[in-house]
C-alpha cells in the first residue's frame, strides 16, 4: 500500500513531517549564532541547569524525532492490511511526538 492513497495516514504524517521543520528552523534561527553550551535540561528542584549540550545535541533531538516518524510511518505501512488501527494510532503517535518535540526545542530556546 503506498501512503499517499490513504489521506488520513497521509496527512497525519504530512503534518509529523511539517511540525518537525517548523521546530527545525525555530532552532536554526533562533539558535544559529549561539556560540556557548546549551541548557537542555534544567532541574527545577535544586535550580540548576543538570544537562548542557551544544546546537548538536538539539538537533539530535530533532533527528530523533525524524527517525522515529519515519520507523512510524514504515509499520503503519506494514501493519496496514493487517490491522489498520494500528497503523492510525502510529500515525497518530507521530504526530504527538513531533508536537512534543516541537516544545522541547520551544522551551530549549525560550530557556536559553
Excluded: C, W
Amino acid at each position: 500500500m503506498e501512503l499517499y492513497r490513504n489521506k488520513i495516514l497521509f496527512s497525519t504524517y504530512l503534518l509529523s513531517l511539517y511540525l518537525l521543520v517548523v521546530a527545525f528552523s525555530m532552532a536554526y534561527v533562533q539558535l544559529g549564532e549561539v556560540q556557548h553550551l546549551l541548557i537542555i535540561h534544567f532541574d527545577s528542584y535544586n535550580e540548576v541547569p543538570d544537562f548542557l549540550g551544544s546546537k548538536d545535541n538539539v538537533y539530535g533531538i530533532l533527528l530523533i524525532g525524524l527517525v522515529l516518524n519515519v520507523l512510524n510511518a514504515f509499520l503503519a505501512i506494514t501493519f496496514y492490511y493487517r490491522e489498520r488501527f494500528l497503523s492510525y494510532l502510529l500515525a497518530f503517535s507521530s504526530v504527538l511526538i513531533s508536537v512534543l518535540i516541537l516544545l522541547t526545542i520551544s522551551v530549549i530556546i525560550a530557556v536559553n
